[in-house]
């Protein structure tokens, strides 16, 4: 089995790219990569609400949900971002009660809206990490591009803005836009110029 790596919710960002779009920033617990993945609004709002401790006036889904396991005895142990095919995440929530264990499949940005809801611990596989995440060197202020095998496309659902189309900058200058993007915590625009410089390695 694949190995796990932890992650934190470090942020939520708007996505200029796609209009009523987030970009949720995930970071290795005790690690410098970050792995940006885009959410739509209703579950940004979600993961926010949560995040905030702001109780809405009627439950939504998530609550829903949260109170649907607790009513049967089940709790949620982890979420696991499990794969990536084509530019699309997929998660396992993992839910327990006394006597097993289940895995059901789920949209990340779900998954992380019910982890939040039940303080589980969210993780990813290191194939995930080791295709889609950016590595900040926090040491000496560089950014390091992680090499993968193949093209990783996290925003390929983006409609991309005007000018902002990588295929004409030199290797060189994509590493100092990415390095600019990331001290500048856009990570959705970070994603894109990732996405450039892995199809060229």
Same mark, same amino acid.
């Not at 089995?1 to 005790?30: C, H, P, R």
């Not at 396991?69 to 699309?88: A, C, K, R, Y």
């Not at 990415?178 to 892995?198: C, G, V």
């Given at each position: 089995?694949?190995? =796990? ?7 939520? /960002? ?19 990569? @970050?792995? !940006? ?21 009627? !439950? ?10 607790? &009513?049967?005895?089940? =709790? ?5 971002? &499990? ?6 995440? %997929? +998660? ?13 499949? +789920?949209?990340? &940005?779900?998954?992380? +809206? #019910?982890?939040?809801?039940?303080? $589980?611990?969210?993780? &990813? ?6 295709? *889609? ?9 560089? #950014? /390091?591009?992680?090499? /993968? ?5 996290? =925003?390929? /659902?983006?409609?991309?803005? !005007?000018?902002?189309? %990588? ?13 600019? $993007? #990331?001290?500048?915590?856009? %990570?959705?625009? *970070? *994603? @894109? ?6 199809? @060229?390695?």
């Amino acid at each position: 089995m694949d190995k =796990t790596i932890e992650l934190e919710i470090l942020g939520l /960002t708007s996505n200029n790219s796609q209009s009523g779009s987030f970009t949720l920033v995930l970071g290795e617990v005790d690690g410098r990569r @970050r792995l !940006p993945i885009v959410i739509g609004m209703f579950e940004a709002q979600a993961i926010a609400i949560e995040i905030e401790k702001i109780i809405p006036n009627r !439950p939504m889904t998530h609550d829903l949900f949260k109170s649907f396991s607790s &009513s049967f005895n089940f =709790t949620i142990d982890q979420i696991l971002i &499990s794969q990536m095919q084509e530019g699309v995440f %997929y +998660a396992k929530i993992l839910c327990k009660n006394a006597s097993k264990v289940v895995e059901i499949d +789920a949209r990340p &940005s779900d998954a992380i +809206a #019910i982890a939040v809801r039940f303080e $589980a611990p969210i993780f &990813s596989t290191s194939k995930v990490m080791s295709e *889609a995440s950016i590595e900040v060197n926090e040491e000496d202020g560089k #950014i /390091t591009q992680q090499k /993968t095998s193949k093209p990783s496309k996290v =925003t390929s /659902t983006s409609k991309s803005s !005007p000018g902002d189309s %990588y295929k004409d900058f030199s290797l060189e200058k994509l590493n100092q836009l990415l390095e600019k $993007a #990331i001290d500048s915590e856009d %990570y959705e625009k *970070a *994603a @894109r110029i990732r996405d450039e410089i892995n199809k @060229r390695n």
